[in-house]
């Protein structure tokens, strides 16, 4: 069983910065890529940053200059540091990894909960 916990949402002026981390936890044999998307109510998922294993990165194009994607192979854990926060940022992220289990090699998308980060004076 594999799991994506994510933390470090919250409520933040225009302007402030956040930092959010997703650590994977259970069977892994093997993360590629991990990343960060996002939802706004009403609108559909959209894709914010992502990393491969190898450290190449790719950033949405709203959010470039802005973001910072990272990641800490050891510690299986992506991590997304947001400044410059603007209202049209608020939505519910939602972590992402594709992942190779222990037990079959077999490549599966997964997805945190998500965590919510408002934007708002």
């Known amino acids: 069983q594999v799991q994506l916990v994510e933390s470090g949402g919250g409520s933040v002026q225009p302007g402030g910065s956040l930092r959010l981390s997703c650590a994977a936890s259970?069977?892994?044999?093997?993360?590629?890529?991990m990343g960060w998307y996002r939802q706004a109510p009403g609108k559909q998922r959209e894709l914010v940053a992502t990393?491969?294993?190898?450290?190449?990165?790719n950033y949405a194009d709203s959010v470039k200059g802005r973001f910072t994607i990272s990641r800490d192979n050891a510690k299986k854990t992506v991590y997304l540091e947001m400044n410059s926060l603007d209202p049209e940022d608020t939505a519910a992220y939602l972590c992402?990894?594709?992942?190779?289990?222990?037990?079959?090699?077999?490549?599966?998308?997964?997805w945190g909960q998500g965590t919510q980060v408002t934007v708002s004076s």
């Open positions: 990393i491969t294993n190898g450290g190449r990165t």
């Open positions: 259970g069977s892994i044999s093997t993360i590629y890529v």
């Open positions: 992402h990894a594709l992942i190779s289990s222990v037990e079959s090699g077999a490549w599966t998308d997964y």
